[in-house]
C-alpha cells in the first residue's frame, strides 16, 4: 500500500489555490497517492459537510498497516484536520502538518460552527503520532498566539516553525510552492 497523503484547502480557497496542486504533483513524483478535494460551500462552510466529504474519502476506521499517512491543513483546513484527528481512527496518523490555521481564539464569525465546542486533543494527540505546526510572524488573518497556542495543546511530539514575513501562507505571499513542507513529509518516510 503506497503512502498517502490529504491535503486540506481552507475558507473560500479551492485545491486549485496557493501551492496545493504544486505540492499534490510533487507527492505523486515521488509514489505517494494524494487526495485534495474541493470542499464543499467553502464561502459559507458546514463542518459536518466537510467531514463527511473527508470520510468519504479517508476510512477512519480501516487498519493501516503499510506505508505512511499525513493529512496536510492550510488556514481553515487546519482546523478541519483536527477535528478529522477526533474522528474515531482505527489506527493512529503518521503526521499532521498545520499551515496558518484558525482557532477559537482567532476566527471569523461566519465559522463558529467549527469551534463551537473545544477540541479533545488527547483523543487528537492519540490519533497522530507527530505535529508539525507553520505560521507566520505577520499574517493578517491569525494571531501570532495561535501556533504557540496549539504547540502547548498538542504536546512534545510538536514541532512549531514561525517564519518570518510569510503572510498567509498564501500565492499572493509568494507561496505557489512550498518545498519546507516537501522536505517535513520526505524527512518522515
Given at each position: 500500500?503506497?503512502?498517502?497523503?490529504?491535503?486540506?484547502?481552507?475558507?473560500?480557497?479551492?485545491?486549485?489555490?496557493?501551492?496545493?496542486?504544486?505540492?499534490?504533483?510533487?507527492?505523486?513524483?515521488?509514489?505517494?497517492?494524494?487526495?485534495a478535494p474541493n470542499l464543499p460551500n467553502t464561502n459559507k462552510p458546514?463542518?459536518?459537510?466537510?467531514?463527511?466529504?473527508?470520510?468519504?474519502?479517508?476510512?477512519?476506521?480501516?487498519?493501516?498497516?503499510?506505508?505512511?499517512?499525513?493529512?496536510?491543513?492550510?488556514?481553515?483546513?487546519?482546523?478541519?484536520?483536527?477535528?478529522?484527528?477526533?474522528?474515531?481512527?482505527?489506527?493512529?496518523?503518521?503526521?499532521?502538518?498545520?499551515?496558518?490555521?484558525?482557532?477559537?481564539?482567532?476566527?471569523?464569525?461566519?465559522?463558529?460552527?467549527?469551534?463551537?465546542?473545544?477540541?479533545?486533543?488527547?483523543?487528537?494527540?492519540?490519533?497522530?503520532?507527530?505535529?508539525?505546526?507553520?505560521?507566520?510572524?505577520?499574517?493578517?488573518?491569525?494571531?501570532?498566539?495561535?501556533?504557540?497556542?496549539?504547540?502547548?495543546?498538542?504536546?512534545?511530539?510538536?514541532?512549531?516553525?514561525?517564519?518570518?514575513?510569510?503572510?498567509?501562507?498564501?500565492?499572493?505571499?509568494?507561496?505557489?510552492?512550498f518545498p519546507m513542507i516537501l522536505e517535513f513529509i520526505q524527512k518522515?518516510?
Amino acid at each position: 500500500m503506497p503512502n498517502k497523503a490529504l491535503i486540506i484547502h481552507g475558507y473560500g480557497g479551492s485545491n486549485q489555490g496557493n501551492w496545493f496542486p504544486w505540492l499534490q504533483t510533487e507527492l505523486e513524483k515521488i509514489g505517494w497517492n494524494v487526495d485534495a478535494p474541493n470542499l464543499p460551500n467553502t464561502n459559507k462552510p458546514q463542518l459536518t459537510e466537510q467531514l463527511s466529504v473527508l470520510a468519504n474519502i479517508w476510512n477512519f476506521g480501516e487498519l493501516h498497516t503499510e506505508g505512511k499517512r499525513i493529512l496536510i491543513g492550510h488556514s481553515l483546513g487546519g482546523s478541519l484536520l483536527l477535528h478529522l484527528l477526533e474522528q474515531d481512527w482505527k489506527d493512529p496518523i503518521d503526521l499532521a502538518i498545520i499551515v496558518a490555521s484558525t482557532s477559537h481564539k482567532n476566527h471569523l464569525p461566519e465559522l463558529e460552527d467549527y469551534f463551537a465546542t473545544p477540541h479533545d486533543f488527547e483523543k487528537i494527540k492519540k490519533n497522530c503520532k507527530k505535529f508539525i505546526l507553520i505560521f507566520s510572524d505577520n499574517d493578517s488573518y491569525i494571531n501570532t498566539e495561535t501556533g504557540p497556542y496549539y504547540q502547548h495543546q498538542l504536546g512534545e511530539n510538536t514541532e512549531l516553525f514561525m517564519i518570518h514575513d510569510a503572510g498567509h501562507f498564501m500565492g499572493r505571499d509568494g507561496y505557489e510552492t512550498f518545498p519546507m513542507i516537501l522536505e517535513f513529509i520526505q524527512k518522515n518516510e
